[in-house]
């Protein structure tokens, strides 16, 4: 389950005042252009720095994002057009009503059920040394759980076998 409690944020040690005129600094530095007539130093002062993070650092903070939000990763209306489309291919009437709420659910049970797969995905590359998830380990979850039922079904089922 997502979290979405808020925590606490350490304090910069500076005032609120302080804090404001920084701010209004780093915006008139920024919002200053460069005349053409200018020098080079002027037009390498006015133009912002791209940010280096170490590799991983923004995969690590989306991971987090996404852990802790609780909305909906896939867009609405495609996926909408989709279930309307296998819908239409399976049943084959063009005019099949749909509750929004039934829309809903389908797509909060295919969210959890994906998310499952690329958890159980992710937990055979790092144990075969990977970082990339491969197509191949995709399908592979799937196996192991239709083996388990097969050998729950077989040994687990039937009380002479115990």
């Not at 252009?33 to 006015?46: C, H, I, K, L």
């Amino acid at each position: 389950m997502a979290r979405t409690k808020q925590t606490a944020r350490k304090s910069t040690g500076l005032s609120t005042t302080k804090k404001m005129s920084l701010k209004s600094l780093r915006k008139a530095d920024l919002q200053r252009r460069p005349t053409p007539g200018s020098s080079q130093e002027a037009v390498a002062r006015a133009v912002r720095k791209t940010r280096k993070f170490r590799r991983g650092t923004k995969a690590l903070r989306e991971i987090r994002r996404y852990q802790k939000s609780t909305e909906l990763l896939m867009r609405k209306k495609p996926f909408q057009r989709l279930v309307r489309e296998i819908a239409e291919q399976q049943v084959g009437a063009s005019q099949i009503r749909w509750q929004k709420s039934a829309v809903l659910a389908l797509q909060e049970a295919t969210e959890a059920y994906m998310v499952g797969l690329f958890e159980d995905t992710n937990l055979a590359a790092i144990h075969a040394r990977r970082v990339t998830i491969m197509c191949a380990q995709l399908s592979s979850p799937l196996l192991v759980l239709i083996f388990w039922n097969q050998w729950q079904n077989r040994y687990l089922s039937s009380p002479e076998r115990l």
